[in-house]
């Protein structure tokens, strides 16, 4: 399995976002939302005088709940009728689906449509959500320091959990919006699998792909424990099953690893969640959210990269905004070629251009990729803003990898 072996959940931003009008108050503000620079939206809004929207947008990126959702409210508030409350309701959407309150999140979409009621986007994913909302909410029974081993399979990391009071090793994925397992994964359980009618996935090939929905009572790893976690349901014929024994039809998604707040794993096969850590002074938040995907600012020798970081995929990639953005670079290194991206349902052949290697920095730790391709297509929506699609390929072969969503931070150690 090449690249993304298992789908991108409802991937990345679920809108086209609309940017509010041009402001002669900050135009500069303007321009950062609508190029998604949500980091140096971030260092802007600091001005007193900044517009609410804009706050809660950078406040949405980082991960501050209750300031994002107080100042998007407000700028709702402030402006009902404008092309802004479009954008508004869109960001409230996705903090809230970060978040796991599908109730809350179907609320807010109820609204929106309430405002924009021909909006396509909107009616697939209230179809979305309307099914969720049926099920009770995940939540944290306990929440203790947690170490295990896993595993490296087909260049994906496994980790055991327990599901109901059965063992599993199932693929950890932090670009999948929701877990996902199979129907003979999901009856071995003893999951009740329920229709989701109406509802689609896309995937990393841009496929989109039905499913139906269960839900486990209880999900253990380590010392941590969970009730109710939504899982949604595809056929065993599905990638990345088809090729998995039974115990290991399984994906761990976001709500569940988002909730842990902590992770890191390293070389010799240690995951854990729930250590304590102590930020170093000065350091800023590098990590963000661009709609539903975590990314990373990195550095390389000629500039930026903002990196989607995407523990399901085996392979990085770098997106066509890199070749867009550094021309020059990719036309003297690089060599014609095509990459297959592949997800739950499908695989498309793309071309690109392929780089011998590729060096780049996380706060100075600096680590090299060989024979990455520069794909010159998306394949997967709302990536035009992404320099970089990294997979397990690169976090394998670094030391350790620590991802701290309460700091909002992205480490490796080379």
Known sequence: MKAKTFVQLVAGSLFAIAGPPASAAAPDLKALYDNHQWIELRDAVKASNTPVFYRGAADAAFNDFSAADKNLRAALGSAPTSGQSDAAH????????????????????????????????????????????????QSMAAHGPSKVSYRMKN????????????????????????????????????LEIRDAKGATMGDSSGTQLSFRMALADRLSLGNAEFRHVLFLVVGDDQQPFVSLAEGERGVI?????????????????????????????????????????????????????????????????LMPRFATDYPVFVQQVGVKGT???????????????????????VRGSETTLDAVPVLLKDTAEDMDQC?????????????SVTIDFKAMSFTIAP
Do not use: C
């Open 90 to 137: 869109e960001l409230l959407i996705e903090l809230y689906m970060r978040s796991g309150r599908y109730r809350d999140t179907l609320g807010v979409i109820e609204a929106a449509l309430a405002h924009n009621p021909a909006a396509e986007d909107l009616k697939n994913v209230h179809a979305l959500y309307s099914a969720m909302s049926k099920f009770p909410e």
């Open 155 to 190: 260049g994906n990391m496994y980790v055991p959990f327990t599901i109901n009071g059965k063992q599993a090793d199932f693929l950890v994925d932090t670009g999948a919006n929701f877990s996902m397992i199979s129907e003979s994964e999901a009856r071995r359980l003893g």
């Open 253 to 317: 998604g976001f709500p569940v690893l988002f909730s842990l707040e902590k992770l890191r794993w390293n070389k010799a096969g240690e995951f854990e969640t729930g250590f304590a850590t102590r930020p170093e002074k000065g350091d800023k938040p590098n990590l963000y959210f661009d709609g539903m995907r975590m990314f990373v600012r990195a550095q390389f020798s000629q500039g930026k990269l903002d990196m989607f970081i995407d523990t399901g995929a085996t392979h990085t990639r």
């Open 339 to 361: 990459n297959r991206v592949t997800g739950v349902s499908g695989s498309v052949e793309v071309d690109a251009m392929m780089l011998p290697e590729l060096k780049f920095s």
């Open 387 to 399: 320099h970089a699609w990294i997979g397990m390929d690169m976090m394998k072969q670094v030391d």
